[in-house]
């Protein structure tokens, strides 16, 4: 489903319930603590990435400032502002995926998927990220896909779990 425009009547009755549950578990008055998992709500249901609508709208739901919104999701690499590939890969390549070897997986993910990073693939199926520490250092050189976390990468395993995608 896409959300556009920038009324907040356009968050349907079933993810405006999703907000809410999350809205609850703040202090009254304190709505815009749940715009971190709002924007996770919002950006499933519009194809993984969040309009500048969308924002809008989610700052005029939590009663809170646009630039507000605006500051959260463009600091963590897991939103995403513009149209996405239906698989979203993110490649650590903080210091100790560094010296464990992220260059060696990034430049196969390249060339397997004939991307550079930071691009989608032709067929929209994966879109490479480059990301900062994802908090899973020890199992380094790690990315995620998706919601999902991969350790101990090696091209061969990098093989093996592309080639599960459908
Ligand atoms: S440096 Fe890659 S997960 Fe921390």
Request: charged content about 25%; aromatic content about 8%; overall charge negative.
């Amino acid at each position: 489903m896409m959300l556009t425009g920038s009324k907040v009547e356009l968050f349907t009755e079933d993810l405006r319930k999703e907000i809410d549950q999350w809205v609850a578990k703040y202090p009254s008055g304190q709505s815009q603590s749940a715009v971190i998992p709002a924007l996770h709500i919002l950006q499933d249901a519009n194809e993984g990435w969040v309009s500048k609508d969308i924002m809008n709208a989610l700052a005029e739901y939590l009663g809170m400032p646009k630039i507000g919104v605006y500051e959260v999701a463009t600091f963590y690499s897991m939103y995403e502002l513009s149209p996405v590939g239906k698989h979203k890969i993110s490649v650590c390549t903080n210091t100790s995926c560094m010296l464990n070897g992220s260059e060696e997986i990034v430049a196969h993910l390249e060339q397997r998927l004939d991307v550079k990073l930071g691009e989608t693939t032709a067929d929209n199926k994966f879109t490479l990220k480059e990301v900062e520490c994802l908090g899973a250092c020890c199992g380094a050189p790690m990315l995620q896909l998706d919601r999902d976390y991969h350790e101990y990468l090696t091209t061969e395993k990098l093989d093996k779990i592309l080639d599960g995608i459908k």
